[in-house]
């Protein structure tokens, strides 16, 4: 079955410092999703991509997915205290909806 | 355009009761999922349904039920609770199926006794 495995774990980064979170794949994606979850509510959908080589932005967040759709970047540049939460990658491995979900990334941003 | 709307959000059961969840989804959304998130398991896949029909089921046991109605609210079921039942209900609707946006609601936080 496929797995997502996000690295790293956990990241605590200075107000203002650029960060990469990543997102591997054991098996080619159909689509890959993005999101930030505040502990304990619901998650807040940040991007999806779906063509190899694809990059999407918003904000100050970035998104790429490679090129053999097998693994997939988030890169925040000028990070804030509003960045800080969970970040999840999730993915459609056969097209079908059915989302798998990375062990999320856990953000603190310090003023 | 309001978002999806779970309810309840919190909810307290004991050990061999059941539960009911609903889910709304955003307006004109026809697709609805539910997920389980467990600090031990993470984020997993439960069931979806699409003009109320379960097009997708995960390896969840038959205690986990759910339908959709033909204004694609949706509600889960979960019978004869367990302890580790306990965790955070995720609904998510997307308008129609396969690889599309998807958008999630606050959750409903089950806790069983």
């Known amino acids: 079955s496929q797995e997502l495995e996000q690295s790293p774990q956990s990241l605590i980064v200075q107000e203002g410092k650029n960060l990469t979170i990543n997102c591997t794949s054991s098996?080619?994606?159909?689509?890959l999703y993005w999101y930030k979850q505040k502990y304990g509510e619901g998650l807040i959908f940040l991007m999806m991509l779906q063509k190899g080589g694809e990059e999407k932005s918003h904000e100050k967040i970035t998104a790429k997915l490679d090129e053999k759709k097998q693994q997939s970047s988030l890169h925040i540049t000028a990070s804030q205290p509003s960045h800080a939460g969970i970040y999840l990658c999730?993915?459609?491995?056969?097209?079908?909806?059915?989302?798998?979900f990375g062990q999320g990334t856990t953000l603190q941003v310090k003023p | 355009k309001a978002g999806v709307t779970q309810t309840p959000r919190y909810l307290i059961k004991t050990r061999g009761q059941q539960v009911t969840l609903s889910c709304s989804p955003i307006s004109g959304h026809r697709s609805v999922s539910w997920y389980q998130q467990t600090p031990g398991q993470g984020l997993q896949f439960l069931f979806e349904y699409f003009s109320e029909t379960q097009r997708n089921k995960g390896n969840f046991p038959g205690r986990f039920s759910g339908r959709q109605f033909s204004n694609s609210r949706s509600e889960m079921n979960v019978s004869t609770l367990e302890l580790g039942d306990s965790a955070l209900y995720l609904c998510?609707?997307?308008f129609g199926t396969g690889i599309i946006e998807q958008f999630f609601g606050p959750g409903t936080r089950l806790t069983v006794l």
């Open positions: 098996k080619t994606l159909y689509g």
């Open positions: 998510a609707s997307s």
């Open positions: 999730g993915a459609d491995g056969s097209n079908t909806g059915k989302l798998i």
